[in-house]
C-alpha cells in the first residue's frame, strides 16, 4: 500500500468535484511502480452514468496492457469500487486494488440516502432457444 498513490487519487476525487462531478479519482500503478494512467469521475459532464473512473481505467488497462503487465499492476482509488466497476475490473486482468474510503464508510458520509435500488430481474427462460448461440463457444 503507498499512501502517495492514494493520496493522489484523493486529489483526483477533488478535482472531479470541482468540475461538477461526483468525488471519485484512481490511477493505475504499473509493476515498476510508475503511474500508467490516471481518471476522474465525469459521470455529468459527460452525461454518462458509467464514467466511473475505476471503470474508466479498467478499460485503458484491458485495451492497452499485455495480460503479465496488468497482472502486475495496481490500481488506488479514492473509494472502493461500485459492483459496476469491480465487475469491470475483474475482466480487466489488473492484479490488485487499493482504495481509500470503504463502500461502508462512503454511506456514512451521506446525509440524503444514497445508492440505488436494485433492479428486479426476471429469469431463466427459453433455455433451449438461449444456449444455441452459447454452446461451443467456450469450449475452445
Ligand atoms: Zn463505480
Known amino acids: 500500500m503507498d499512501e502517495e498513490h492514494l493520496r493522489r487519487a484523493i486529489a483526483l476525487a477533488g478535482e472531479a ?4 462531478n461526483p468525488p471519485f479519482g484512481s490511477l493505475l500503478v504499473g509493476p515498476d511502480g510508475s503511474v500508467l494512467a490516471e481518471d476522474r469521475n465525469s459521470s455529468v459532464s459527460d452525461g454518462d452514468i458509467t464514467a466511473h473512473p475505476e471503470l474508466k481505467l479498467a478499460r485503458w488497462a484491458g485495451r492497452e496492457l499485455d495480460a503479465d503487465t ?3 499492476t495496481t490500481m488506488y482509488t479514492s473509494c472502493e469500487p461500485c459492483g459496476m466497476c469491480a465487475g469491470a475490473i475483474a475482466r480487466s486482468g489488473l492484479g490488485r486494488v487499493v482504495f481509500a474510503l470503504s463502500s461502508g464508510q462512503l454511506d456514512g458520509l451521506r446525509t440524503s440516502g444514497g445508492g440505488f435500488p436494485a433492479v428486479p430481474t426476471d429469469g431463466p ?8 448461440p452459447i ?3 467456450y469450449d475452445v
Do not use: I
Open 70 to 72: 496488468a497482472a502486475r
Open 135 to 137: 454452446e461451443g463457444y
Open 17 to 20: 468535484r470541482s468540475s461538477g
Open 125 to 132: 427462460h427459453l433455455y433451449d432457444e438461449a444456449k444455441v
